[in-house]
């Protein structure tokens, strides 16, 4: 998306919370809002945050940090932006199946608490689509009651990022607050007969083997799969998985009938498609379907990156510890989609336009 060139707009100042390596910030920026921090635990994500973002990087836990932490980054009182991701995966499938960590979930309390403390005139959250179920939808209705009882017109919806450019079948869960009056998101950009392909996105880049890198960029990069491996991704097809194996090759947890649910595992993807959602383990082919289309490989951190939409010059590697491909594989797999964060800051550049912030 092209950025957006208005000075009063940069007068609005943005603090993301969970920031990780700065998606969401880059978003915001690539539309002209001026980022001011980020907040995060991961004392690993600093590096990228700070050198892609011209902005602060502050390691804390949003469990320590209170209003006076927060207001003195505002240079307006009365054009503050706060926003945020919580951790998704306490509200996870998985996570749910399992013993429910309270101590990951209840980021959300803390985090209105802190809209509460500050009072944005702007905020907005993203998460996955099961917050809206995740304890019966408990944790969801009480975010949302306690900002409305505190004067935020609220709008909220699962958003499916391919109809916004995103070359990735990810829904995520979207809510979008105001002070000044009601707020919506901008309309869809794409439909499926222009949706942003795989091959759109990646098939440019130079082949590379199995365990091998480019000597042109280090982030194009393949694990090396083991001999099986190789072996089961030359037996399965494009958009195919695990199913199109002999029984052979067939992992025995596949044959039980609780592992024929995981029919997407080990599989390859379409060239013609979204990807799959990229997660933490968006590398290997043993957690989803990130099997190059053609190549007998996973794909790599540099695929991965351009499916979350990060720029191809967004720096992620740290020169004082070099390239740590498990670190940076989560970094790219825990982010906001870049476009994805440009799509919310121009639903919110939108929502200040109608409101008369701007010269029109």
């Avoid at 690539?30 to 980020?38: I, K, P, S, Y």
């Avoid at 399992?98 to 608490?113: A, G, H, I, P, R």
């Avoid at 099986?228 to 399965?236: G, H, P, Q, Y």
């Avoid at 498609?273 to 794909?299: L, V, W, Y």
């Amino acid at each position: 998306m092209t950025p957006v060139q208005n000075n009063t707009l940069a007068e609005y100042d943005v603090v993301d919370m969970f920031c990780g390596i700065g998606g969401l910030t880059h978003g915001f920026i690539n539309e002209g809002f001026n980022v001011v921090a980020g907040f995060d635990t991961d004392k690993t994500c600093k590096y990228a945050y700070e050198n892609n973002n011209n902005a602060t990087f502050i390691r804390r836990d949003i469990k320590e940090i209170d209003a006076s932490d927060i207001l003195p980054l505002y240079r307006n009182k009365n054009k503050k932006i706060l926003v945020g991701c919580a951790p998704c995966q306490p509200f996870s499938n998985l996570t749910n199946k399992q013993k429910v960590n309270s101590k990951k979930w209840d980021l959300l309390y803390y985090f209105s608490d802190l809209i509460v403390n500050v009072m944005p005139e702007i905020i907005s959250m993203e998460n996955v689509p099961n917050l809206m179920k995740f304890n019966n939808g408990s944790v969801f209705k009480d975010f949302i009651l306690k900002l409305e009882a505190n004067g935020y017109f609220l709008w909220h919806a699962i958003i499916n990022c391919p109809n916004y450019g995103i070359p990735q079948n990810r829904k995520r869960l979207v809510l979008l607050g105001s002070r000044l009056c009601p707020i919506n998101i901008i309309p869809p950009t794409h439909n499926k007969d222009n949706y942003e392909t795989v091959a759109d996105t990646i098939k440019y880049l130079e082949h590379i083997d199995d365990g091998m890198s480019s000597l042109k960029d280090p982030l194009h990069r393949a694990v090396k799969l083991s001999p099986l491996n190789i072996k089961r991704l030359k037996a399965t097809a494009e958009g195919g998985s695990w199913k199109d194996w002999d029984d052979s090759l067939i992992l025995n947890c596949h044959k039980k009938t609780s592992g024929k649910s995981y029919g997407s595992v080990y599989g390859r993807m379409l060239w013609n498609e979204p990807s799959p959602t990229m997660t933490t383990f968006c590398t290997g082919i043993g957690n989803g379907r990130f099997g190059h289309p053609q190549q007998d490989r996973a794909i790599s951190l540099r695929e991965a990156a351009l499916l979350q939409t990060f720029p191809h010059d967004y720096n992620f590697i740290d020169p004082k510890i070099g390239l740590k491909p498990s670190i940076i594989a989560r970094h790219i797999g825990n982010a906001v989609p870049v476009t994805l964060g440009s799509v919310i800051a121009r639903s919110i550049h939108s929502h200040l336009k109608e409101n008369d912030e701007f010269e029109k």
